[in-house]
């Protein structure tokens, strides 16, 4: 197990990895102001987010339907519960930090559409 906390940076901004264990992940994304996660779903992972601060775009549909995505402007106290097979993107409207509780599949990411060039991809 590597060292937390520990900072993984990502082309949109960082993590901070401040747990990981066998049973649960938690973890704080900066999203910087007007860069986006990719468009994604995870099989198995179920995680939790909580905007601490900022505003956040969050873009979703439920796993099962088809058609537009539900675009929702998130405040910070804001939370939002992400189950398996749920499509969403995050895109930082100002700068972001987000407080997100996983359970631990992290490599569990299938990318749709990726502005970094990562759609297709399967790694953190």
Same mark, same amino acid.
């Not at 066998?22 to 986006?36: A, M, T, W």
């Not at 179920?46 to 099962?64: C, H, K, N, V, Y």
């Not at 058609?67 to 499509?87: Q, S």
């Given at each position: ?5 520990? =900072? ?12 990981? +264990? ?11 102001? &007007? ?10 992972? /179920?995680? +939790? ?13 439920? *796993? ?12 910070? &106290? /804001? ?9 969403? =993107?995050? +895109? &930082?409207?100002? /700068? ?10 992290? /490599? ?9 060039? =990562? *759609? &297709? +991809?399967?790694?953190?």
């Amino acid at each position: 197990m590597s060292e937390i906390p520990k =900072r993984v940076e990502k082309p949109w901004g960082h993590e901070i990895w401040w747990a990981l +264990t066998e049973r649960y992940v938690g973890k704080v994304l900066h999203v910087k102001r &007007g860069e986006s996660l990719s468009l994604q779903y995870h099989r198995v992972k /179920d995680e +939790t987010i909580l905007l601490q601060s900022g505003r956040l775009l969050f873009e979703t549909r439920p *796993a099962g339907e088809t058609g537009e995505l539900r675009r929702v402007e998130l405040a910070p &106290g /804001d939370v939002f519960h992400i189950t398996p097979g749920t499509l969403h =993107r995050m +895109t &930082g409207l100002e /700068d972001c930090d987000i407080v997100e509780v996983s359970t631990p599949e992290v /490599d569990d990411v299938v990318r749709l559409e990726d502005r970094y060039g =990562r *759609a &297709g +991809t399967s790694k953190p």
